[in-house]
T-cell receptor, first 112, second 115 residues
């Protein structure tokens, strides 16, 4: 059974640009959550999607958004990138809820 | 918001030694999870705990869900070099009526094993 797949693995963007990250969950998993990981703040919850609906959102500015498609694949978008957005972005999938979440390898975003 | 205090922040141990780390919270959690993360990779789920007082093992790993539901610990017995990595605890509460859940993570315990 394939795990959670995140693309791309690495990304370098310039301040002010926007970026879209992709996540394909484990087959059959309907819940997809996104997390930002930085050395200073650790793992912080961004949002969770279930059946194409955002069910929960963390304390991030509106520049961070996401969506989920009918096949449960999810994308997150960050607009007007700032240097502080440099981080490892992790996607996790689970059957129903965010419990027993299985993580992808992450996308390492560097903003210069 | 909810916060998890995970300790210790880092540990250096000899191969073969046992390891213990814990997480405490000011909030009650319904579920505790323990993850291990290797450099450049995503966290890998080690153990999930669902009931207060529950003790669960996974090979050389043992974790317990505290009776108060505000803490959990992870023990690793007879450590080996591949145990090196960062261990995270995560707690989850259910939002009544909302049907949505999020995980709150500790800051991690960095484990180094000296051969």
């Amino acid at each position: 059974k394939a795990g959670v797949t995140q693309t791309p693995r690495y990304l370098i963007k310039t301040r002010g640009q926007q970026v879209t990250l992709s996540c394909s969950p484990i087959s059959g998993h309907r819940s997809v959550s996104w997390y930002q990981q930085t050395p200073g703040q650790g793992l912080q919850f961004l949002f969770e999607y279930f059946s194409e609906t955002q069910r929960n959102k963390g304390n991030f500015p509106g520049r961070f958004s996401g969506r989920q498609f009918s096949n449960s694949r999810s994308e997150m978008n960050v607009s007007t990138l700032e240097l502080g957005d440099s981080a490892l972005y992790l996607c996790a999938s689970s059957l129903e809820t965010a419990t027993e979440a299985f993580f992808g390898q992450g996308t390492r975003l560097t903003v210069v | 918001g909810q916060q998890l205090n995970q300790s210790p922040q880092s540990m250096f141990i000899q191969e073969g030694e046992d390891v213990s780390m814990n997480c405490t919270s000011s909030s009650i959690f319904n579920t505790w999870l323990w993850y291990k993360q290797d450099p450049g990779e995503g966290p890998v789920l080690l153990i999930a705990l669902y009931k207060a007082g529950e003790l669960t093992s996974n090979g050389r790993l043992t974790a317990q869900f505290g009776i108060t539901r505000k803490d959990s610990f992870l023990n690793i017995s007879a450590s080996i070099p591949s145990d090196v990595g960062i261990y995270f605890c995560a707690g989850q509460t259910s939002y009544s009526g909302a049907g949505s859940y999020q995980l709150t993570f500790g800051k991690g315990t960095k484990l180094s094993v000296i051969p």
